[in-house]
């Protein structure tokens, strides 16, 4: 018997164009991976948004030098994932999350457990999961709100000239608490500090990544001055980061994009915890694929945002249920989730 790995591109596409500081696109290219042995097969998934720099054709191209094709044997697997989690390798992190995403799914197909039962996590029941509102005009927001009244979190992309007039049309149209991601707009800290303030007498629970990367020296004034909890997601990227940032945030959004795949992002986690701070998990607005993998980390999670399945309009995969603000853990074998729309043709 041989464990075969392939790798794949695809474009998935958005119900709405997608804003953030960065700019508004309508997709976002993905790569998937199969893994496959005895009969069973497993999925992995890294989606690429273009501030990443990462081309999928590229990586798609490079996949089988990085990982053989076929490897003999049962022991391939845990060879594999070995070879993920050492700290020299040079593979790419997207292919390093698609494969050892891959990989779990396979065990679990295997074995008949999900994958967060082969890891040791609970299944985070009751951690909400957030809806996402990017940058858009009031009508698009009302609607999107409307589109998603099983939710009980809301987080509005924040980095554009109407934001406070997007907060103030949330707050009209729906009684649900929100957060803000700023996706590093704000460019000083009395700004931040400034919006911060204003966000704190409108009910935010919470400000996600206020400064850029390039202003991480800035963040000790801003954290000792801050009203409100800040995240760091692009400035924390790895457990190297969080050793040097722990200091200047309440907590962390954990990716499994920018970490690694679901062994790295443990690994964060239980650092993060050991340091009192608060954990989100995130997504690159995955498929089912992706956000199944993200959420078997949820019983370790103060909120997920984790709402990509419903961003998108071409999902090659179902097996996600929102209920109740909650995305459900899943129950079947390995991620939960099925192909029904093959990408590998």
């Known amino acids: 018997m041989e464990l075969s790995l392939k790798a794949y591109s695809y474009c998935l596409k958005f119900v709405h164009p997608f804003g953030i500081a960065h700019g508004t696109r309508n997709s976002t290219d993905t790569l998937f991976v199969t893994a496959s042995f005895d009969g069973k097969s497993g999925y992995g998934e890294a989606a690429l948004p273009p501030y990443l720099g990462y081309d999928v054709k590229d990586l798609v191209a490079g996949y089988n030098i990085w990982f053989p094709q076929s490897s ?151 954290h000792s001055k801050s009203s409100l909890p800040i995240i760091l997601d692009e400035s924390i990227q790895n457990i190297l980061d969080l050793e040097n940032l722990h200091g200047v945030c309440h907590g962390i959004n954990v990716k499994l994009t920018k970490c690694g795949g679901i062994n790295p992002a443990m690994e964060l986690i239980r650092r993060a915890r050991k340091l009192n701070k608060k954990v989100l998990v995130g997504c690159m607005s995955e498929s089912s694929c992706g956000a199944a993998a993200a959420s078997q980390l949820a019983g370790w999670a103060d909120w997920v945002d984790l709402d990509g399945p419903k961003l998108i309009s071409n999902d090659p995969f179902n097996g996600i249920i929102y209920q109740d603000g909650v995305l459900l853990p899943n129950t079947n074998a390995g991620l939960g989730i099925t192909l029904v729309n093959d990408f590998t043709k």
């Open 72 to 222: 003999n044997g049962i022991t391939a697997i845990t060879e594999v994932l070995s070879q993920l989690n050492k700290s020299n390798t040079t593979i790419p992190t997207p292919a390093k999350t698609a494969t050892d995403i891959a990989l779990l799914d396979l065990w679990g197909q295997l074995t008949g457990k999900p994958i967060r039962d082969l890891l040791g996590i609970p299944p985070g029941n009751k951690t909400l999961c957030t809806f996402t509102l990017g940058i858009s005009s009031v009508e698009e927001l009302i609607e999107k709100i409307n589109e998603a009244p099983e939710f009980r979190l809301f987080k509005l992309k924040l980095g554009d000239e109407n934001d406070r007039e997007r907060v103030e049309a949330f707050l009209k149209n729906s009684k649900q608490p929100f957060c803000v991601d700023a996706n590093q707009a704000w460019k000083n800290v009395n700004d931040a500090l400034d919006e911060i303030a204003w966000l704190k007498e409108k009910g935010c629970l919470f400000v996600e990544q206020p400064l850029p990367v390039s202003m991480n020296k800035e963040m000790p004034e801003l």
